[in-house]
């Protein structure tokens, strides 16, 4: 079986990796964290939207605070990297969209 190194995905997801190098407001938590939205986008076959929870993205992302995950989130949502739907539900996992950039290559 061969495996497809390149994807329109990826094309996108490094687009974006190197626009975020480049704004002044991201600090390696919201890389971090983004990336580890890319591996659950991933992980369940590129479709937007798509569900996670805290405890994985922050197992992904290595990011230890509660409260360093939410700021961090919450402003890759203002900022327009994602579009990001918080679940309050103790059992549901929150919602992630992908700006057009990601879904189109």
């Known amino acids: 079986m061969k495996v497809q190194l ?4 990826l094309s996108g997801y490094g687009k ?3 626009r975020m190098g480049k704004d002044q407001r991201l600090y390696a938590t919201h ?3 983004f990336t580890a939205l890319f591996v659950c986008w ?4 590129f479709v937007s939207p798509f569900s996670f ?5 922050m197992g992904y ?4 605070s509660v409260a360093t995950y939410h700021k961090c989130i919450r402003e890759l949502d203002e900022y327009g990297y994602i579009r990001y739907q ?9 919602m992630a969209y992908w700006p057009e950039a990601l879904i189109s290559g």
Request: proline letters at 9%.
């Open 6 to 9: 390149f994807t329109p995905e």
């Open 16 to 18: 974006l990796i190197r």
């Open 31 to 33: 890389i971090s964290l």
């Open 42 to 45: 991933q992980r369940g076959g």
């Open 53 to 57: 929870n805290r405890q994985e993205l």
């Open 61 to 64: 992302s290595r990011i230890a």
């Open 86 to 94: 918080p679940s309050y539900h103790p059992k549901l996992g929150s």
